[in-house]
């Protein structure tokens, strides 16, 4: 990229991250899903030149590595649900502790999954840094499932469909309780981007909690730019600003065929980037995750090509 271009990305940096470092964070874990690959989804955003472009965009940015999690070594129990808790816990509390510790050294965390049963970990390391500080921290989280369900709902036991229910303060109580204090959110802080895919116990849930959704039907009907300002907003009622994770599956199959749990109908790559372009413009956002990005079902790369510019989009990239 020649100066010029790199000069011009610069100045579209949004406020609050300039002069900024980053830190990519790689937590390689698959056993949350219930499809291989998804473990090398790190690994493959930066083989998709990650770090040189984040460079180029202007920032210092600091690899992080991948985190040493131990996938299980027995299969899970049949009715075993949660499946693999114990593994779960210690992958979870490794990744709570490195974005903690990322975040205490004044540098913006870039969590790469693995699957979104990471969001536990990392969101809850986030979260935990801004607790003692006695700030409250808000949500945006993209995906095509409300990942809100618990034992007591989940169809197959798979924790990447539990995330969001235990960082609100439902589920397993080793994963609710992680770093010593639930709920990690306050539901009137979090939004929900691109659900089209709910199970009956995650609709109650959802309604119990009062946890706002932007379906993909209400997407279609009133447009991504209105619906995006709606969730920022929102996110932006908590002190210290926002996280935001992104499920690779709230994207169409089409543009994001990568990922195990595809559902058609999905976000365009547009409105997608439109998204992560009026989160960088607003400035708010203190954490950003992507996740889901499985180099085994895709296809020639597009996936982990379209979640590294994303996380562009999402830190100050724009057309001009």
Known sequence: MDNT???????????ALVNQTLS???????????????????????????????????YTVNDEGNLPIKAPVNKA??????????EMLLASQLLADKVY??????????????????????????????????ETLGLIWFDAHADMNTPETSPSGNIHGMPLSALLG????????????????????????GARD???????????LGIRFFTMSEIDERGMNVCIQEAIAIASKASAG??????????????????????RGGLTYREAHLAMEKIAKAGGMRSLEMVEVNPI????????????????SALGKTIL
């Open 170 to 193: 439902h589920g397993a109580p080793e994963l609710v309780n992680l770093q010593g204090f639930s709920p990690k959110f306050d539901p009137r802080y979090c939004a929900h981007i």
């Open 24 to 58: 990519i964070i790689g937590a390689p874990l698959g056993f949350g899903a219930g499809k291989a690959g998804v473990d090398l989804g790190p690994d493959t955003m930066r083989a998709a030149r990650l770090l040189k472009k984040l460079t180029a965009l202007g």
């Open 77 to 86: 129990l049949p009715g075993e649900n949660p499946r693999y808790l114990k």
């Open 101 to 134: 510790q990322v975040l205490d050294q004044g540098s913006f965390p870039i969590v790469l999954g693995g699957d979104h049963s990471i969001a536990i970990g990392s969101q809850s390391g986030v979260t935990s840094y801004f607790h003692k500080k006695k």
């Open 297 to 312: 079902l895709d296809t020639n790369n597009r996936t982990a090509e379209l979640a590294v510019e994303l996380i562009l």
């Open 5 to 15: 271009l790199r000069q011009t990305s610069s100045h579209s940096m949004p406020s």
């Open 242 to 263: 926002y996280s935001v994770t992104f499920d690779v599956d709230s994207i169409d199959p089409f543009d994001a065929p990568g990922s195990g749990t595809l559902v």
């Open 198 to 208: 709910l199970d009956a116990g995650e609709k109650a849930l959802i309604r119990e």
